[in-house]
Nanobody, 125 residues
Framework: QSQFVESGGGLVQPGGSLRISCAAS????????IGWFRQAPGKEREGVSC????????TYDDSVKGRFTISRDNAKNTAYLQMNNLEPEDTAVYYC??????????????????WGRGTQVTVSS
């Protein structure tokens, strides 16, 4: 059974950091670009960052540029999102997704083949 499971979410104060992870089982990430998305209450799911199969040329939404870093470890079949200088506006459920393309194709939700169930990130004092 193919699964994509996020972990590492939690409660953090403004200005703090978190690293969330996304581990795949039942399939190999070697042929997938990886996207991170988030969905805040009452809002649509939005793309945050994407990384291609090779692990270079990451893309970021303007709202997180300079604060978030996406990475992947194909040997561990895992992707990561390092989030620094977190703001209350970053509060959301964060999802990872896998797209069967070498390069990132953007953040259209139906472009992605596999989705995780999400991990909650709450930024609050």
């Amino acid at each position: 059974q193919s699964q994509f499971v996020e972990s590492g979410g939690g409660l953090v104060q403004p200005g703090g950091s978190l690293r969330i992870s996304c581990a795949a089982s039942g399939f190999s990430l070697d042929h997938f670009s990886i996207g991170w998305f988030r969905q805040a209450p009452g809002k649509e799911r939005e793309g945050v960052s994407c990384i291609n199969v090779k692990g270079d040329s990451p893309t970021y939404d303007d709202s997180v540029k300079g604060r978030f870093t996406i990475s992947r470890d194909n040997a561990k079949n895992t992707a990561y999102l390092q989030m620094n200088n977190l703001e209350p506006e970053d509060t959301a459920v964060y999802y990872c997704a896998a797209d069967l393309h070498f390069f990132c194709q953007g953040y259209a939700l139906d472009e992605y083949n596999y989705w995780g169930r999400g991990t909650q990130v709450t930024v609050s004092s």
